[in-house]
């Protein structure tokens, strides 16, 4: 299979989930065999953030990878994206730290980036998976496993407390990519105060994410996430949501952290051979696999 990049620059923009900062990032072709890499043109000689193993950084709630003390922050979407369409080779030139979350899912890039691709001389570097292999979280409960197949494929299963429930999601190459992009991010209600307190999702609005209400809002609660968000008229309502968000796909939220876990699985730099089975994954989780597993090649 040949190698993949783009054929022009495309530019995605808006405010960053975490930070709430506004963030230009302008996609831009790559010779064959450069790999995924940030550019952080905000900075003095632009420096360059490659996504590698080792440069994970920081999983709370997004991915980080830093390089010499420079990260990219909340990188997924824009990876899971790569993932989806197959493409190798970019150079994603930002203007800030945290990428833009555009509507929290990866729609937007995977749709201005599908017109644009265009094959490499250079072959695909694949990693076949020969034995199993897992990673277990026996704090949270969650665990990934691969292990030998044919071809690339993974299975996710989620395991929320109501209104989210229990789902599993499935996704062969080239399945399901329209559900698993247009998926957006989500959160419970009664997150939002401690992600407040701890300096997160300040480019969080009820555009970008979905909210599932797990708990009753008081009059003032109400106040505070109208101030939050941006609104007015913040309500819980028959769905479970706030403001009735209307879903994407029946399987949104379990279609999400497959999201999440093939853009994670992307900073391995080179796509699967194998199938891989997730239970509650999440980005710490993801993070510790990819190291592990990375690790475990260079050693086998």
């Given at each position: 299979?040949p190698?993949?990049?783009?054929?022009?620059p495309v530019?995605?923009?808006?405010n960053g989930?975490?930070?709430?900062?506004?963030?230009?990032?302008?996609?831009?072709?790559?010779?064959?065999?450069?790999?995924?890499?940030?550019?952080?043109?905000?900075?003095?000689?632009?420096?360059?953030i490659?996504?590698?193993?080792?440069?994970?950084?920081?999983?709370?709630?997004?991915t980080?990878?830093?390089?010499d003390?420079?990260s990219?922050?909340?990188i997924?979407?824009f990876?899971?994206?790569?993932?989806?369409l197959?493409?190798?080779?970019?150079?994603?030139?930002?203007t800030?730290?945290?990428?833009?979350?555009?509507?929290?899912?990866?729609?937007?890039i995977?749709?201005?980036?599908?017109?644009?691709?265009?094959?490499?001389q250079?072959?695909?570097?694949?990693?076949?998976?020969?034995?199993?292999?897992?990673?277990?979280?026996?704090?949270?409960?969650?665990?990934?496993k691969?292990?030998?197949?044919?071809?690339f494929?993974?299975?996710v299963?989620?395991?929320?407390?109501?209104?989210?429930?229990?789902?599993?999601?499935?996704?062969?190459?080239?399945?399901?990519v329209e559900?698993?992009a247009?998926?957006?991010?989500?959160v419970?209600?009664?997150?939002?105060?401690y992600?407040?307190?701890?300096?997160?999702?300040?480019g969080?609005?009820i555009?970008?994410?979905l909210?599932?209400?797990?708990?009753s809002?008081s009059n003032?609660?109400?106040?505070s996430?109208?101030?939050?968000f941006?609104?007015?008229?913040i309500?819980?309502?028959?769905?479970h949501?706030?403001?009735?968000t209307?879903?994407?796909n029946?399987?949104?939220?379990?279609?999400h952290?497959?999201?999440?876990l093939?853009g994670?699985?992307?900073?391995?730099?080179?796509p699967?051979?194998g199938?891989?089975?997730?239970?509650?994954?999440?980005h710490?989780?993801?993070a510790?696999?990819?190291?592990?597993?990375?690790e475990?090649?260079l050693?086998?």
């Amino acid at each position: 299979m040949p190698q993949k990049t783009i054929s022009k620059p495309v530019t995605l923009s808006g405010n960053g989930l975490h930070t709430g900062r506004y963030c230009e990032a302008t996609i831009c072709p790559a010779n064959e065999n450069t790999g995924i890499v940030f550019v952080r043109t905000d900075l003095e000689n632009q420096p360059e953030i490659k996504a590698t193993p080792k440069n994970l950084s920081s999983f709370d709630r997004s991915t980080t990878i830093t390089s010499d003390n420079v990260s990219a922050i909340t990188i997924e979407h824009f990876m899971a994206s790569f993932h989806l369409l197959g493409i190798d080779n970019l150079k994603i030139m930002i203007t800030s730290a945290e990428l833009p979350i555009l509507d929290g899912s990866a729609k937007p890039i995977v749709n201005a980036l599908k017109p644009l691709i265009v094959k490499q001389q250079a072959e695909k570097a694949i990693i076949k998976v020969n034995q199993q292999f897992a990673y277990i979280d026996t704090k949270s409960e969650s665990w990934i496993k691969v292990e030998p197949a044919d071809e690339f494929s993974a299975e996710v299963t989620i395991n929320f407390r109501q209104p989210i429930g229990k789902h599993t999601v499935t996704y062969n190459t080239g399945d399901n990519v329209e559900a698993i992009a247009s998926s957006r991010t989500f959160v419970f209600l009664s997150e939002l105060s401690y992600l407040r307190t701890h300096g997160l999702i300040k480019g969080g609005s009820i555009d970008n994410a979905l909210v599932f209400a797990d708990i009753s809002l008081s009059n003032e609660e109400k106040n505070s996430l109208e101030e939050l968000f941006n609104c007015n008229g913040i309500e819980v309502t028959p769905n479970h949501t706030l403001n009735n968000t209307t879903f994407r796909n029946a399987e949104e939220p379990a279609y999400h952290k497959l999201l999440d876990l093939l853009g994670d699985l992307a900073v391995l730099g080179k796509p699967l051979c194998g199938k891989i089975t997730a239970y509650k994954p999440g980005h710490g989780v993801n993070a510790a696999f990819v190291k592990m597993f990375d690790e475990h090649l260079l050693t086998h």
